[in-house]
Nanobody
Framework: QVQLVESGGGSVQAGGSLRLSCVAS????????MGWFRQAPGKEREFVAA??????RYADSVKGRFTISRDNAKNTVYLQMNSLKPEDTAVYYC?????????????WGQGTQVTVSS
């Protein structure tokens, strides 16, 4: 079972940027489809972005603002977030992804808090 450690969250003003990182355990990382999800207060966790070996997919709400990437040599997946909005405020989680359903396929990590002020 893969273990995931997210980092890079923080507090920024609207229009600012953050880069999240997620380090995954295990030797099979390069074979995993990976993704980012988020959960805002009082809301269900939702899909944000995913990447297969090379192909990215994004939720409509973040297209053109967020970029997902991966470094297989470092077992790490990144989420570059630009033009942040207050509605992006949430705890962000990474996970393995079931590419057919865009749902999480492993246990959750602790997440990293992103707070965007207006």
């Amino acid at each position: 079972q893969v273990q995931l450690v997210e980092s890079g969250g923080g507090s920024v003003q609207a229009g600012g940027s953050l880069r999240l990182s997620c380090v995954a355990s295990g030797r099979s990382f390069s074979w995993y489809d990976m993704g980012w999800f988020r959960q805002a207060p009082g809301k269900e966790r939702e899909f944000v972005a995913a990447i297969s070996r090379v192909t990215p997919r994004y939720a409509d709400s973040v297209k053109g603002r967020f970029t997902i990437s991966r470094d297989n040599a470092k077992n790490t997946v990144y989420l570059q977030m630009n033009s942040l909005k207050p509605e992006d405020t949430a705890v962000y989680y990474c996970n393995r992804v079931d590419w057919t359903t865009m749902t999480a396929a492993a246990d959750w990590g602790q997440g990293t808090q992103v707070t965007v002020s207006s």
